[in-house]
């Protein structure tokens, strides 16, 4: 099975920051990932699917990067509504999800 | 518009079998995949399994020996089912479903009770 490492598990920005998640593949997933994201108590929501593929209606201050086994969703500029748990998913083989990011404000 | 919902108990007792049902609305189930995604409260997302779109199944092999999933393409439902149930299968259950794994139910939270 594929194990997704994400870091770090919680991360406190000021509002504006630009700010950057991380996850790693155990192995070579190519570019098969998907980034979510979840408030409290509501479904996860897709920011970007295929490493740097936009969803529509997401801002364009989310971005995604990377292939192979490294990849990032970066936050261009922190906003109070992006307060949040984040997650990375592969889908390349035995879909697999990070263990997430908690994004707080500072 | 793409939806799914899922409905099922709330309660299940120890060693039981849980069935949760996903109906989707505004896709065929022969085009988009549908899988099942559990989170036990507090805790992180885990893939359950999948029905494809042309029939067949895949599961987690953390799950295999106890999970199945099912579907009736006439009504436009998926089925999961485990058994043994234990308390640590306490969970939100999610269908998901979408060409990019975009469309999520509003999930069903199952508490197993002893």
């Known amino acids: 099975d594929i194990q997704m490492t994400q870091s770090p598990s919680l991360l406190s920005a000021s509002v504006g920051d630009r700010v950057t998640l991380s996850c790693k593949a155990s192995q070579n997933i190519y570019k098969y990932l998907n980034w979510y994201q979840q408030k409290l108590g509501e479904a996860p929501k897709l920011l970007i699917y295929y490493t740097n593929s936009l969803q529509t209606g997401i801002p364009s201050r989310f971005s995604g990067s990377g292939s192979g086994t490294d990849f990032t969703l970066t936050i261009s500029s922190l906003q109070p509504e992006d307060v949040a748990t984040y997650y990375c998913?592969?889908?390349?083989?035995?879909?697999?999800f990070g263990s997430g990011t908690k994004l707080e404000i500072k | 518009q793409v939806q799914l919902k899922e409905t099922g108990p709330d309660l299940v007792q120890l060693t039981q079998t849980l069935s949760i049902t996903c109906t989707v609305s505004?896709?065929?189930?022969?085009?988009?995949?549908v899988h099942w995604v559990r989170q036990p409260p507090g805790k992180g997302l885990e893939w359950m399994g999948a029905m494809w779109n042309g029939g067949g199944t895949d599961y987690n092999s953390a799950f295999k020996s106890r999970l199945s999933i099912s579907r009736d393409t006439s009504k436009s439902q998926v089925f999961l089912k485990m058994n043994s149930l234990q308390t640590d299968d306490t969970a939100k259950y999610f269908c998901?479903?979408?060409?990019?794994?975009?469309?999520w139910g509003q999930g069903v939270m199952v508490t197993v009770s002893s």
């Open positions: 505004g896709f065929s189930l022969t085009t988009y995949n």
């Open positions: 998901v479903s979408g060409f990019y794994f975009d469309y």
């Open positions: 998913y592969q889908y390349n083989s035995g879909p697999t």
